[in-house]
């Protein structure tokens, strides 16, 4: 399969820029040949210039094929009209707007004159394969609602492309070739910009840039974002003015490098597109918990370790694991539009974590190989684990009284889990177990029977966030992208 400019195969995308006419006129020599031009043949090429000035600059592009030396010395001979040749090629740019609508989801529509799905159609569905088309159905997928579903802001991420708004019903997106489009929002094959553009841009573009930057370099560091040095991302001063090069501090050059520099930036953010961002935080969430509740075993089995400031007790678990749970429910709705996979691997923390807490329902010091003293009134929340989290029905309880579950009903990526969650009821609903709140056994009932396919509605979370008495408010397995809070 062809693309619309394949006949230039051979040309290098990082070398290449967009001229306009006028440049073209500058810097071109007037004929084909590698010998400079004569001023005659310069003077009769100067009504063909004038003439090229009229033509848009979106409809030409240049491109170096290849450059080598010519007639060098060789072996001792002497030089014979030694010179650099470059071979230079240009393609002729003409745009075609390819629709996929509701109407007609498995296929596409273009606005040139080849019949059925054409060429260009075939490119874009070819460039789609790579964010994950073919795994969703392949040829015979909904092309419109797997748009819909993994959000045409991620897929444009991801193939590094110009994300645009939306148009309003009176203006078209089919037609090709307009020659009254802003200059700015002309197609170029590659988009220069300023270095000193991040100079003039407003605080809101400066603090998504900054929460970018944060993000790619936690994902590179495997650390949540929102703890990846704080010493850098959450100062006051602007760190867009900063000396870049810190010496012996790779990570503080880097994450300065990428927030002045644009090209960088532009250059690293496709490769460490926001959907990998998304899997990889919450991957790293999960093992923050786990780990958590190792030492937490490890400070009950031998006590505080030697240089350790930090207890790592039963209400430090707790509260790292709210922590932990919270910030996984902001970022399910923050990183929106997510896709399968990131929902998927969402669903992965939450169930792990859930699984790990109802198991450690136990007096966590009751085999503790160092004698411990119990501190006189210790309540049994501060000794289990899963007690203080979700066994005790108590108002004050940190986590909440539906802690896991009031992010896990808004995720049918959990359906894989359903044997995990089915085993936790049945232990939680124990009576030997200690039995969790009777309105926590509904809700996990609830999510279950959702999960495996029954109509069975989930009742909305009591709370703050509720809706009135008489309304129920659908989560997301009704409602796409939707969270209920």
Known sequence: MTGPISSFSKLSLSDTSMQSSRGQGRGQLPHTSEGPASPDEALSHSEEEEEEEETPAVDRIFALDHCRPHGMPEDGRPPSSPRFAFQIAEAHVRRYGVRISAANPRSTICSCDEGGVCRHGHWLLKQLD?????????TDANLFRYLEQKGLETVCDTLNWEFRGGLTNSESDIDSDDPDEPEDQRWELKRKLPASRILRQTRGSLKERCDTVRDIMGTLCSEPAEDYRPDIFDTEDDITLRTIVVPGDLGGTFSRWLLQDDESFLRLKPLIPRDMRASAYFSIMNSKANNACELMDQYAQSGQRLGEVVHHDVAWCAQTLINVVNS??????????LSHLSRKEASTTLVSILREVVNRNKDVYQDDRLPRRRPHGEQQTNRNLYQRLI?????????GPMFILRDLQDLPEAQPFVEILEE????IQTIGWGPAPHAYREKLKAIIARLKGSPEPITPIAGPSSTTPGKRR?????RKNKRMK
């Open 474 to 478: 659908a989560s997301s397995m009704d």
């Open 130 to 138: 790579r964010t994950g088309l073919q795994e969703s159905g392949g």
């Open 328 to 337: 996984v429910g902001r970022n399910i709705t923050k990183r929106q539009p």
């Open 391 to 399: 066994g005790s029905g108590s108002p004050t309880n940190p986590a």
């Open 424 to 427: 936790i009821l049945g232990k």
